[in-house]
């Protein structure tokens, strides 16, 4: 029983956490991956376009940026704030380069650097729109569809059919503190 209790809240924080599997192991049994439309080579290859994208960009640019990667299928999202256009544009360069990288969509922003304070802020409308997302299930599963803030800015990913992205983006876009809701998804039909 204490096995199934951590198991549900493992599931329940994942699904505030992001989209991505969760594995959960109990005694003599295998591994249990929760449903994720990519395959486990897929969402592999998505966090290491993550880690080496992120590893370039503090390489070459330290402390002058404030840059999020986020790979959903190999396709690649960039926010954050840049002081300039020629820093947006070679941070996408860098990121289009990397191997496996299908499509990048770069919302970087020429302005200063949020502070701490706009990040947590970020960090609640996610929240609150993953909350939102599980208990209103309008015809998708909140796994499939990740949530990223920026700047007040909700992008939606995820390989969704059309019905689930309007669903979703419906939700995202009446949640409080939301000044916008960009739709990056791969459709599925």
Known sequence: MRYLNYLLLAIMLGSIQGCFPIIAAGVGTGALVVSDRRTAGIILEDQTIENKALNHIKAQYKDTVYVNVTSFNRRVLITGQVPNKSFKTDIEKIVLNLMNVKAVTNEL??????????????????????????NNRQGFQPEHIKVITENSSVFLMGMVYHKEAEAAANIASSSRGVER???VFEYLD
Not at 111 to 120: A, D, G, I, K
């Open 109 to 134: 922003q020429v302005s200063p650097l949020t502070n701490l304070s706009w990040r947590s802020n970020d960090g609640i409308i996610t929240s609150n729109i993953k909350l939102r997302f599980l």
């Open 181 to 183: 809701v960009v739709k």
